[in-house]
Nanobody, 120 residues
Framework: QVQLVESGGGLVQAGGSLSLSCRVS????????MGWYRQAPGKQRELVAT???????NYADSVKGRFTIARDNAKNTVYLQMNSPKPEDTAVYYC??????????????WGQGTQVTVSS
């Protein structure tokens, strides 16, 4: 099985910075796409950013230029650097990974979520 453990959430002031990390462990043959999604109260879960195994990134328009996603393949870890966060970035942030657990057997896995609260 695969486990994703997030860390780094909390309270941050608007205009500050906050960093999230997520480590994947368990039965891992290789990891394809990794990413971060978020869900605010009363809203659907939405994409924040994704990164391919080769480092190609994709961002939601709302976070472009403020957030940066990165990954360390040796550590099976994905990061999200949040600069100049806004109150509307307040949400539970979920880590996501596409993991090959056996040859040609893929599993899409999610973390438990970490709360990010941005105060104005």
């Amino acid at each position: 099985q695969v486990q994703l453990v997030e860390s780094g959430g909390g309270l941050v002031q608007a205009g500050g910075s906050l960093s999230l990390s997520c480590r994947v462990s368990g039965s891992i043959f290789t990891i394809n796409r990794m990413g971060w999604y978020r869900q605010a109260p009363g809203k659907q879960r939405e994409l924040v950013a994704t990164i391919s195994s080769g480092g190609t990134t994709n961002y939601a328009d709302s976070v472009k230029g403020r957030f940066t996603i990165a990954r360390d393949n040796a550590k099976n870890t994905v990061y999200l650097q949040m600069n100049s966060p806004k109150p509307e970035d307040t949400a539970v942030y979920y880590c996501y990974a596409e993991v090959m657990i056996r040859f040609h057997d893929w599993e899409s896995s999610w973390g438990q979520g970490t709360q990010v609260t941005v105060s104005s």
